[in-house]
Each structure stands twice: as structure tokens, then as C-alpha cells.
């Protein structure tokens, strides 16, 4: 079983609205994330939730638009994605950072693509 798994990617028109999630499963994670990559761009930062906090973090082109939260009974975080935009297609991966390794740990990916 991976140790880290997204779902809920899909496609939808301009100024639709998706939810990914992403299960960490039995890791004990000290930080959950979530990246993209678009084709032919490198790998970008969306938005963070650091465990055990409030806090969360987000990238300037998603903030106000997008919404990082989690349930802490699943060990699972949520990107609530709204006015979603043709750029914001990418595939979306999700990063937990092991509390006691430290290490990164990503999944496999999904495939977001908003048509105009």
C-alpha cells in the first residue's frame, strides 16, 4: 500500500470547482502539501498544512481560490479548488513529510484539466 495517495482529479469548464484528496494512511506526517506540474513546467508549490497547527500556506496564484484542510481521524488533507482556471491544469501531487524520518514522501499523482 502506498504511503501516500491522492483521488477527486477530473475534468471540469472554467469556473468549476474539483476536491482532491490525500490520504496518508499510517504515516505520521509533521507537514502535508500539495504541488503541480503542468506540461512542460517544473514541479510547483500550491498550498501546505503544517500537522499539529492551524497554520497553512499558499501560493499567490491559488490564494482566495483555493482551500487546504484535513481530517485528522482519516489522516487525510482535502484542496477544495474553486474558480478554477484553464491554467490551473496540471497534475496535482500530494507531499507528507514523515514526523519521525523526515523524509518526503509523495504520491502518485492526478490529472486536473479545466477547459475554457
Known amino acids: 500500500q502506498a504511503q501516500v495517495a491522492e483521488s477527486g482529479g477530473g475534468l471540469v469548464q472554467a469556473g468549476g470547482s474539483l476536491r482532491l484528496s490525500c490520504a496518508a494512511h499510517?504515516?505520521?506526517?509533521?507537514?502535508m502539501a500539495w504541488y503541480r506540474q503542468a506540461p512542460g513546467k517544473e514541479r510547483e508549490f500550491v498550498a501546505r498544512?503544517?500537522?499539529?497547527?492551524?497554520?497553512?500556506f499558499y501560493s499567490d496564484s491559488v490564494k482566495g481560490r483555493f482551500t487546504i484542510s484535513r481530517d485528522d481521524a482519516k489522516n487525510t488533507i482535502y484542496l477544495q479548488m474553486n474558480s478554477l482556471k484553464p491554467e490551473d491544469t496540471a497534475i496535482y501531487y500530494c507531499?507528507?513529510?514523515?514526523?519521525?524520518?523526515?523524509?518526503?514522501?509523495w504520491g502518485q499523482g492526478t490529472q486536473v484539466t479545466v477547459s475554457s
Open positions: 507531499k507528507a513529510i514523515g514526523r519521525l524520518s523526515g523524509r518526503d514522501y
Open positions: 499510517t504515516l505520521s506526517t509533521s507537514e
Open positions: 498544512f503544517i500537522s499539529s497547527t492551524t497554520n497553512t
